[in-house]
């Protein structure tokens, strides 16, 4: 059985009242204190005990939001009463919550995974001084969502927008139509400075949000001639390369954009 207990996690903060938790470089979730209450959001593989590390940065009570249902993401749920998804991935979650090994390491810990309460775009968490707010961003799953720390002007995009895009998953959606869902929030750009998205270790500038743009609709264009083909548990895929603007800040230095070819 695998040993869910064995990986380190790294928390870091951000500003006295945001914290950015690294689960063994895996995947990255955060933690946005306000006067009344926390929201923690994803919950990481739950390789450790999430909500312990939270309840060291802060004993206000807690909200727990999944960007999108992919295990790497919610897997932590176990640690919590409730957790707050789109309805859209739901059966992701579910699926996903079946696998073989973590239902083995539950049992073995007699622990289970808490119920989802639904969450869409257009809903707003208030923490008490901190406002988040929901947009709906289906694309690398079906239900992704992203969340605006109105008062910081820092836009938590879970895995729909990052440096290694997944987007040739079974439950992605195709990329002209992912095009026309970010057009519906491209907005954000304006109301945003930052990115904080699922798999970081730092901010990202919020001109990442417009080069993910430019680069799928090069894909969709037919500009694809130097992409190469990309090797991933599910097979053989293609990556895209797609450029960022020169002296802004991006915590990485390698982005591409993964999907399928059509047949």
């Not at 312990?52 to 909200?63: E, G, H, S």
């Amino acid at each position: 059985m695998t040993d869910f207990g064995n990986k380190e996690l790294y928390v870091k903060e951000l500003s006295p009242h945001l914290y950015l938790m690294d689960e063994a470089h895996e995947s990255t979730g955060y933690v946005v204190v306000g006067e009344d209450r926390a929201c923690v959001i994803d919950t990481m593989m739950g390789y450790n005990d999430i909500k312990a590390a939270v309840r060291k940065i802060t004993d206000k009570p807690l909200t727990v939001v999944n960007t999108h249902g992919h295990p790497d993401h919610i897997y932590g749920n176990v640690y919590f009463d409730e957790a707050y998804i789109h309805p859209d991935d739901i059966p992701a979650a579910k699926e996903h919550m079946q696998n073989s090994v973590f239902v083995e390491w539950c049992n073995f810990r007699n622990i289970k995974m808490p119920p989802f309460k639904r969450i869409c775009g257009g809903d707003v968490i208030n923490l008490g001084g901190k406002t988040l707010k929901v947009y709906d961003l289906p694309g690398h799953s079906k239900g992704g969502i992203l969340l605006l720390l109105e008062e910081d002007r820092i836009l938590f995009t879970g895995d729909s927008i990052n440096h290694h895009l997944w987007m040739q998953l079974p439950g992605s959606i195709p990329l002209p139509d992912f095009l026309k869902e970010l057009d519906k929030v491209m907005f954000l750009a304006k109301e945003a400075d930052l990115i904080l998205h699922g798999h970081a270790r730092d901010y990202d500038d919020i001109s990442l949000m417009g080069c993910i743009r430019r680069g799928v609709e090069e894909i969709c264009s037919g500009h694809t001639e130097g992409d190469t083909p990309y090797q991933w548990f599910g097979g053989t895929a293609f990556q895209h390369p797609f450029s960022v603007i020169p002296g802004r800040h991006y915590q990485q230095d390698d982005h591409v954009i993964c999907y399928n070819r059509p047949v």
